[in-house]
């Protein structure tokens, strides 16, 4: 049954980003301060700081994909003592100016990666993949930058969070990109289901997908070598 007023949910939208295609600088400023707001309250890092930690030895290396300003892998250096290296990549440079110091920042497009496999003890993506309309090629790709495990954090697609942000979203970001884009992110996000079967197409096996508060979903793959 469909709520009024409300898009249908029972397919991933297809509709790009305006924050993926070209927007003022200012907006991108906003936008990336708006996500960070996210991340710290409603983006599950604590969950997925646990679901890297197993899989990093001391002076381990991780490489966050699609980091925009790099909150995220600055947040698990804090977290995580054994992590030594933390690579943020984002295909603009835009979103990479404000960079924290302990992550290192990249430029480049994740479709021509400037990385030989295996090159990180972790891969993480998190708001990312649901950018991408076929995502399994992509995750067969990240999988296989890890040499011991790929963590995949995105949105849960589901009725109470679009509700939520039609709600609150005008109210709690500055930028009307990021209403307009936030929204569109949860009817692009996954179904539990969804996000197994994608990796079960990219040839990745023994993936665990969880629910996560607030709406989160969270996969982990790891490679057989690792713990």
């Not at 040499?147 to 995949?152: D, G, M, N």
Request: with cysteine; proline share 8%.
């Amino acid at each position: 049954m469909r709520v009024p007023g409300l898009p249908g949910l029972e397919r991933r939208s297809t509709e790009p980003e305006l924050l993926d295609g070209g927007v003022p600088e200012g907006e991108i400023r906003r936008s990336l301060e708006d996500l960070r707001f996210v991340n710290h309250w409603l983006g599950a890092r604590r969950r997925l700081a646990d679901a890297v930690r197993p899989h990093l030895e001391r002076g381990g290396t991780l490489l966050d994909i699609g980091c925009g300003s790099a909150d995220q892998p600055a947040f698990l250096r804090a977290q995580l003592p054994s992590l030594g290296l933390a690579v943020g990549l984002d295909v603009k440079l835009a979103h990479l100016r404000d960079v924290p110091a302990d992550v290192h920042p990249v430029v480049a497009d994740v479709r021509a990666l400037p990385f030989p496999d295996a090159a990180f003890d972790v891969v993480t993506a998190s708001l990312f993949l649901h950018h991408f309309d076929n995502v399994a090629p992509l995750l067969r790709r990240l999988y296989g930058l890890a040499r011991r495990a790929l963590v995949v954090s995105d949105l849960h697609r589901t009725v109470v969070p679009h509700l939520f942000g039609q709600a609150l979203f005008p109210l709690l970001f500055q930028s009307p990109v990021s209403v307009h884009d936030g929204l569109l992110s949860i009817r692009r996000g996954f179904r539990p289901a969804e996000l197994r079967s994608a990796f079960e197409d990219a040839g990745i096996p023994h993936v665990r997908v969880r629910r996560c508060f607030p709406y989160r979903l969270l996969a982990v793959a790891v490679h057989h070598e690792s713990p």
